[in-house]
């Protein structure tokens, strides 16, 4: 009975944790409840429920990528730093990491001493996802660590990213670059 107390402040504080981590969700424009949209993504087509603006932006970058014609499994090349779901939704594969992070001191050395691992062939066919006035983005001229210049891509697709998205009001937009 002594420790009665001790646990239920335990839970209460898990509680209270959990609550307002679901209504101020890390770099999410809303609470969690407001989630209503769902969104097939992926080549499994797994289901996300997202806002409306998330919703609206993964579309958007599935659609702008199958139009012109972008296959499930190519190389891509993330420099929005802060865009992982994109690559994910529009069936690409990523190279070098995961995720490209911008943003932070050392992000673009970080990104380029990855990209110094990965095969020539796959860096020669990878594409390339850019936001050029994204506020963590990755320069282009990162390409120039293996070789390329940002002149041997041209840009075949772009949409605009959701409001909120990464904690930003601003609604950059995003290109998708093809290698020519």
């Known amino acids: 009975y002594a420790l009665l107390p001790f646990l239920l402040a335990t839970q209460l504080i898990v509680v209270l944790l959990l609550l307002t981590g679901m209504e101020s969700p890390y770099r999410q424009p809303e609470p969690l409840r407001l989630n209503t949209h769902k969104v097939e993504i992926g080549q499994s087509g797994s289901g996300l429920v997202l806002s409306r603006d998330y919703a609206t932006y ?33 069936g690409a594969t990523n190279i070098g990491q995961a995720w490209m992070i911008g943003g932070y001191p050392g992000s673009f050395k970080m990104a380029s001493e990855v990209l110094k691992g990965v095969p020539c062939e796959q860096l020669a066919a990878a594409w390339l996802l850019t936001e050029p006035e994204g506020p963590r983005s990755l320069s282009d001229s990162l390409v120039s660590s293996f070789g390329a210049e940002p002149s041997d891509y041209e840009v075949v697709a772009s949409w605009n990213t959701a409001k909120g998205a990464g904690g930003y009001e601003q609604r950059p937009a995003q290109q998708l670059l093809k290698p020519v």
């Open 58 to 90: 993964l579309t958007d970058s599935m659609t702008a990528s199958r139009k012109v014609g972008f296959l499930s499994g190519t190389p891509v090349i993330d420099l929005t730093g802060q865009s992982p779901s994109v690559l994910f939704a529009i």
